[in-house]
């Protein structure tokens, strides 16, 4: 991983990265009406739908924190949020009663089904956009990426 100085070309490549970087990040994926909401709330919701374990009553509130990369007391004030909009329920843990597991509730898997399906349409217009060969290498490339930035986060 560079520490010092970079090429001019290399420079010239990092500030177009930069730009691209700062387009994505100003842009508002979020603007359907059907999963308008905070990103993180989203992003949690998403989480509990996807990495749920079969005939499981829902996930720890610890297990949320560490596929979001959040603190438990983060995800903990979400999920008071979450629970005060009527879109997840806590439930005590069946083999431990300190224990609370999160899940979502029938209008929690409602938006979660609404944000998917809008992603889906979204994202499938990008690939059509791009082709399934270019958007193959954007996510192969996206993916790098992200393992970059997470080695160096971790260093």
Same mark, same amino acid.
Request: hydrophobic content about 40%; overall charge positive; aromatic content about 4%.
């Given at each position: 991983?560079?520490?010092? /100085?970079?090429?001019?070309?290399?420079?010239?490549?990092?500030?177009?990265?930069?730009? @691209?970087?700062?387009?994505?990040r100003?842009?508002?994926?979020?603007?359907? /009406?059907?999963?308008? $909401?905070?990103? @993180?709330?989203?992003?949690?919701?998403f989480?509990?739908?996807?990495?749920?374990?079969?005939?499981?009553?829902?996930?720890?509130?610890?297990?949320? $924190?560490?596929?979001l990369?959040?603190?438990?007391?983060?995800?903990?004030?979400?999920?008071?949020?979450?629970?005060?909009?009527?879109?997840?329920?806590?439930?005590?843990?069946?083999h431990?009663?300190?224990?609370?597991?999160?899940?979502?509730? @029938?209008?929690?898997?409602?938006?979660?089904?609404?944000?998917?399906?809008?992603?889906?349409?979204?994202?499938?217009?990008?690939?059509?956009?791009?082709?399934?060969?270019?958007?193959?290498?954007? @996510?192969?490339?996206?993916?790098?990426?992200?393992?970059?930035?997470?080695?160096?986060?971790?260093?």
């Open positions: 991983m560079r520490e010092g /100085p970079c090429s001019e070309g290399d420079q010239a490549a990092a500030r177009r990265l930069m730009q @691209a970087f700062g387009r994505f100003r842009m508002d994926w979020h603007d359907a /009406p059907e999963i308008a $909401g905070k990103r @993180a709330d989203l992003a949690l919701m989480v509990i739908r996807r990495h749920r374990e079969a005939g499981s009553p829902g996930m720890m509130v610890s297990e949320i $924190g560490a596929r990369g959040v603190t438990s007391p983060t995800i903990t004030q979400q999920i008071k949020g979450l629970e005060a909009e009527g879109l997840v329920r806590r439930l005590p843990d069946p431990d009663r300190r224990a609370i597991r999160v899940s979502l509730t @029938a209008e929690g898997e409602r938006k979660v089904a609404a944000m998917e399906r809008v992603m889906l349409a979204t994202f499938g217009g990008l690939v059509e956009h791009l082709g399934e060969a270019d958007s193959d290498k954007l @996510a192969e490339l996206l993916s790098r990426s992200a393992g970059y930035f997470r080695d160096r986060s971790h260093k």
